[in-house]
């Protein structure tokens, strides 16, 4: 019997909680599979490298979307039960409250570890691939970055417009280019013709220039100064590509953030980065834990609710989460707050507000308890 009644308290948790994945993470996935599409899709890239790039946003993306379903599947299962009494059902029948929900427990450490294994390898690994695989797409189509008669922003500080685009041979007419990647020497050139083409031993993009000027605007904008030049490289990076040595902090196994943080200078803010990127591989599986122990305790509340109530309670507790959880990384990046301690912040105040929702639920009280003054409003008297 306990295992029939686990196995069927896990099948009541498990239909929500896989509806509720599909559906978040195809409502993420389709704001980002947009971005892909302009930037690969439109460039002409083939089908297989849209498939990669696809492939390789799910392990970023499920580190956010399957603690987000899990809750709101353990809520949407246990407001089900309640409402059809079957949690009572059960309870009369002698099950204590650990071992009712021994199954959900087990549920949510799986969900733990699964986030735990995507933070420290999956979306690391992930994004190491999509810059590999964008930089393979640069190496093959150089040109993919230009549109004739168009600004081009791709490429990070420089905007880029191009009169003509030479079809066979990409050979580039009419070329200026306003060059800001340095803030104190901004500078602009004119170009009558030139030729994008990737660079092996640059690992970037270089665009030849010929027959054409440079000009340098003062920090007042009242001089000038000008150089004619018969041949000029100029480095692109597209897509805002990573060089291996400057690899970002997110593309970093557990080992190279260690010795990244033992080779940056402490308290600036590269070390602040590491520090907080490698805490919170940890701190957010132990959140997800922490976000399904706090969707039992609401799912079986004693007031009776609707699915509704139930999917808002759950996305509701998943952004306030999100919410301290971004703010106190801002923080910790600036050095307000110790960036060892700011990944776990949110996981402290859902701690609390876990424990005393279960010795409320426990108790069999409300989960809110309003004031005797508040409950005496005409327009709260009924719910209360």
Not at 186 to 215: F, M, W
Request: charged content about 15%; aromatic content about 10%; overall charge positive.
């Amino acid at each position: 019997m306990p295992r029939l009644l686990s196995r069927y308290l896990l099948l009541e948790v498990l239909h929500p909680f896989a509806v509720s994945l599909m559906g978040f993470t195809s409502i993420v996935f389709s704001g980002r599979i947009m971005r892909l599409t302009e930037m690969m899709v439109v460039k002409g890239v083939g089908l297989t490298e849209i498939f990669k790039a696809c492939l390789y946003l799910l392990p970023y993306l499920l580190v956010f979307t399957l603690p987000m379903a899990a809750t709101v599947g353990i809520i949407l299962a246990l407001i089900r039960l309640s409402v059809d009494h079957e949690i009572i059902a059960l309870k009369v029948s002698g099950l204590s409250f650990g071992q009712l929900f021994r199954p959900v427990l087990w549920f949510s450490l799986a969900i733990s570890l699964a986030t735990l294994i995507l933070t420290v390898y999956g979306a690391p690994w992930a994004r190491r691939q999509t810059q590999e695989l964008l930089s393979e797409v640069v190496k093959r189509r150089a040109d993919l970055g230009i549109q004739e008669q168009i600004f081009n922003n791709d490429f990070p500080g420089l905007m880029i417009y191009v009169h003509r685009v030479a079809g066979a041979s990409g050979d580039l007419e009419g070329v200026f280019v306003y060059d800001k990647r340095e803030q104190n020497n901004p500078h602009t050139v004119y170009a009558r013709r030139g030729k994008l083409h990737y660079s092996q031993t640059q690992e970037t993009l270089v665009l030849d220039l010929n027959e054409g000027l440079v000009i340098h605007w003062s920090p007042d904008a009242n001089r000038q100064q000008t150089v004619e030049f018969k041949s000029y490289q100029l480095p692109l990076r597209l897509f805002d590509l990573q060089q291996k040595e400057s690899r970002s902090e997110k593309e970093m196994t557990l080992t190279q953030l260690s010795q990244a943080i033992a080779e940056t200078p402490p308290h600036s803010e590269r070390h602040n980065r590491l520090l907080v990127e490698i805490n919170q591989r940890f701190a957010m599986p132990f959140g997800a834990f922490l976000l399904c122990l706090l969707a039992m305790p609401l799912g079986m509340s004693p007031q009776q609710h609707g699915r509704v109530w139930g999917l808002i309670m759950g996305l509701t507790i998943f952004l306030v989460y999100y919410v301290i959880f971004t703010a106190s990384w801002r923080l910790a990046v600036h050095g307000q707050v110790n960036p060892a301690l700011a990944p776990w912040l949110s996981d402290l105040l859902f701690i609390g507000l876990a424990v005393y929702f279960w010795r409320r639920t426990i108790r069999e009280l409300p989960l809110v308890t309003m004031p005797r003054r508040v409950q005496g409003w005409p327009f709260l008297r009924k719910k209360f």
